[in-house]
């Protein structure tokens, strides 16, 4: 196959979205319905040229994409051939095949854009245009075909005639050209038409004309071709996509208690029998290993789950959690947060910028930030890491088989060393040698009857 390229048409405001922010960049799953686009192409043809035409908000479009593409500045919206002829300078000396498609189908499939390259191939078309029937093609470009079949053009719903109009098969907006016919017909076209622009569907009937190959591939799955216009279509997309990686991630081995209620993001990857309740959300690089349990109501956010892991009501995010670890409830993992094999981070219990080795325990209501916990570490109820003085932030170690009573205070800089015991109570500020006990804190102090005279003497104030 021939070098592929890909123009993305991605210049336009969407106005209907009443947004700020460009159309394209509204996020289907989690992930701008433009990427959802330029990542089918890369699957399709891993080596193409990908062009994104845009206009408004390209600093925008830019900063969110990266700078893995070649960005095409439309400054004027002047019709789909006009985008497509923005890209004429990278694209005139260019052999192969050229897809166009438009940056708010998030829908469209890899699986689609092959079966309609192929077919492209197969057929040796100056250009195939990616088509399919819908029952109300009212606002749609109308495919015109003749008595044999061929595609003869493509006529827009408001240049359609009322016999053309009752016409169901439509123009999804991708086509794939041959590059340089492509270049050829752009030269030609104009915009004498109802809204004076230049359409990109008049190359068709231009390369007709010249007596060209023009070919139709029918998709049968109307779901694929839905743009987002509005905040209505942008809902609609996110449910369809969320069922498609809902089924897949069932289809692969794991149990969605309730699918409706479960959200996961395009890239996350789940492993055999792991088992994911209702309410909990999925995003980013997320990856799940087998036999885990996950949820209810759980959001991770680019976290490494191991092996037999369970997660129940908590929140954890860029940080990654080991095989046969218990977190939750009401747990909260924050970033740069490594948690061992075989731990419990308990209910009401915070971790950041920490690690936690094998085996340790942090039960419940506890502060771990910027902390190495060693193995087999019991940190008590109430226990805090003290890691900030107002300007820096300063590390707490806690060496193995140590034991933290309940509401310890460990102000950092400060290390706990192997084995060692700390009172309850105690606010530690100096390191504790290994195999110590460590107590800080008042000696207790009683006043026999003390709270008795107390009592008496409110009692005449009252009196």
Known sequence: MDQTNAVILAAGKGTRMKSKWPKVLHPVCGKPMVQHVIDAVHQTA????????????????????????????????????????????????????????????????????????????????????????????????RIIRDEQGHVTKIVEHKDATPAEQQVKEINTGIYCFDNQKLMYALSRITNDNAQGEYYLT??????????????????????????VNDRVALAQAEKVMRRRINERHMCQGVT????????????????????????????????????????????????????????????????????????????????????????????FVEVKNSVVKDGAKIPHLSYVGDADIGERVNMGCGSITVN???????????????????????????????????????TITHSVPGHSLAIARERQTVKEDYARKLKQGKQRQDG
């Open 202 to 227: 008049d190359c068709i009937e231009v390369l007709e004309k010249e007596g060209e190959k023009v070919a139709a591939y029918i998709t049968r799955d109307t779901e694929e071709i839905m743009g």
């Open 388 to 426: 900030y003085d107002g300007s820096q932030k300063h590390r707490t170690v806690v060496e193995n088989d140590s034991f933290v009573g309940c509401n310890v205070n460990l102000v950092a800089p400060v290390t706990i060393g192997e084995g060692a015991y700390i009172a309850a109570g105690s």
């Open 46 to 141: 891993a080596k193409a040229n990908i062009y994104v035409v845009v206009g408004h908000g390209a600093e925008h479009v830019r900063q969110e994409l990266g700078e893995a593409y070649t960005y095409v500045m439309q400054e004027e919206q002047l019709g789909t051939g006009h985008a497509v002829l923005m890209a004429e300078p990278h694209l005139r000396e260019v052999h192969g095949q050229t897809l166009v498609l438009c940056g708010d189908t998030p829908l469209i499939t890899t699986q689609t854009l092959q079966a309609f390259l192929e077919a492209h191939e197969q057929a040796q078309a100056a250009v195939s245009i990616l088509t399919t029937i819908v029952d109300d093609p009212a606002g749609y470009g």
């Open 256 to 347: 969605l208690i309730d699918p409706e209620q479960t959200y996961i993001g395009p890239d996350v990857v789940i492993g055999q029998d792991t088992v994911i309740y209702p309410g909990t959300v999925l995003t980013g690089r997320t990856v799940i290993d087998e036999d885990c349990q996950i949820g209810p109501y759980t959001e991770l956010a680019n976290v490494e789950v191991g092996k037999a892991a369970t997660i129940a009501h908590s929140k954890a995010v860029d940080s990654r959690i080991g095989e046969k670890t218990q977190v939750g409830p009401f747990a909260y993992i924050r970033p740069g947060t490594t948690i061992g094999n075989g731990c419990r981070v308990g209910n």
